[in-house]
């Protein structure tokens, strides 16, 4: 960590900064190749970018939530998958060992991890039950000393580079959420088959696809946390995830809305700037205020994340909320683009295509409509 860093402010400037001078000269070309450069991801750890809420003693930076939101806002703005990168060791890789682990796990997997000396994945969605992590058909079972496990994963994050997966199986489907146990497994264990899906419509340059576990074979030193007790590793991962989905969220459409209002300021038509039509300041307002609200939603999730609540209605809010947003803004600022917003000379593009994308991972938009609609009548629990 540089010396000149005196709070977080200053870490998150840092950030905005780097980006804008190392990542995106970078970004188109790297999301047309489907691959970031690692010698970026390496100027990134030296930084410490990736240490966020991770504890200092355990390798990270000890930042409060909030500020780590900021973090990976900040990155976003430029490439939103970096900011995935970011995210993953203080949410849906690292959170639930910094949470659950031993201290072997911990000095062994979370520590470089927090570093950037390694990357992990996280291995929870299934080609059938999606993101019901308590419906999933990944079983195990005991042997000796040994757990042996046996399934299938999908859209799965970081096979390229990943050094560990945290993946989960069920020994009983019957007993759905009960059933459930969580796993360290590393990326050259016997039976574990890494399977890339190429030439996806948005989040190209991040390697996602199939992981196949075949006969995988662990000892007790993989398990994180109770046998039985995996949900609980699961939910603190998901979480957190969806916190870093959310500020990803804000970070790109805070960047969909300056390319728009610059390129209105720029682009004549009928003899004035587009930007002095009220069509187009009508979508720049709705810009404007969905950007700032999804902002004080991520904030306030956080900060329920710092006093230590579960925050599972705000982080489903804040997920849903600001990928919407992200969604609709980059959506208007194509059409403010008009066919210029189509090019690759312009970033909207690349932009609209990953918005897309952020509506349906950490769990579908629908899904989370339904979670906090029954969680507001009721039905289902706030924690």
Request: glycine letters at 10%; a negative charge; charged letters at 25%.
């Amino acid at each position: 960590m540089t010396t000149e860093i005196q709070s977080g402010a200053d870490l998150v400037a840092l950030a905005g900064e780097f980006a804008r001078r190392e990542i995106a000269p970078l970004v188109a070309e790297y999301d047309r190749a489907e691959h970031i450069p690692r010698d970026l991801l390496d100027k990134m750890a030296v930084l410490g970018f990736f240490g966020g809420v991770v504890p200092v003693e355990e390798g990270g930076l000890g930042l409060d939530h909030v500020t780590f939101a900021a973090l990976v806002e900040e990155v976003s703005k430029v490439c939103q998958i970096v900011g995935t990168l970011v995210s993953m060791p203080s949410g849906l890789v690292g959170a639930g060992i910094a949470r659950f682990g031993t201290a072997e796990q911990k000095e062994r997997w979370l520590r470089p991890l927090a570093e950037g000396r390694i990357f992990g994945g996280s291995a929870v969605t299934e080609p059938q039950s999606g993101s019901d992590v308590a419906g999933m058909r990944t079983t195990y079972r005991k042997d000796g000393d040994s757990f042996v496990l046996n399934g299938s994963k999908a859209w799965i994050s970081n096979l390229d580079i990943a050094d560990f997966f945290l993946s989960f199986a069920t020994m009983d489907r019957s007993l759905r959420h009960r059933g459930v146990s969580a796993f360290i497994i590393p990326r050259d264990t016997p039976g574990l088959g890494l399977y890339p899906y190429e030439n996806k419509l948005g989040f190209r340059p991040i390697c996602t696809g199939e992981v196949v576990l075949d006969d995988v074979r662990l000892g007790r030193e993989s398990l994180v946390g109770e046998e039985g007790r995996g949900f609980e590793v699961a939910m603190t991962a998901v979480e957190r995830g969806r916190l870093g989905v959310a500020a990803r969220s804000v970070g790109l459409a805070q960047s969909c809305m300056d390319e728009a209002v610059a390129y209105a300021q720029e682009r004549h038509a009928f003899g004035h700037p587009i930007g002095e039509f009220q069509i187009v300041q009508s979508k720049i307002t709705d810009m404007a205020v969905g950007v700032h609200t999804a902002r004080l939603l991520v904030q306030d999730a956080a900060r329920a994340l710092d006093r230590g609540e579960r925050a599972r209605r705000l982080t489903s809010m804040a997920k849903m909320y600001a990928s919407d947003v992200a969604f609709r803004t980059a959506t208007d600022a194509m059409q403010i683009h008009g066919a210029y917003g189509v090019s690759s000379d312009y970033p909207v593009g690349r932009m609209f295509r990953d918005a897309k994308v952020l509506q349906i991972v950490e769990g579908s938009n629908d899904l989370h409509r339904a979670l906090i609609g029954e969680m507001a009548v009721g039905i289902r629990a706030e924690s």
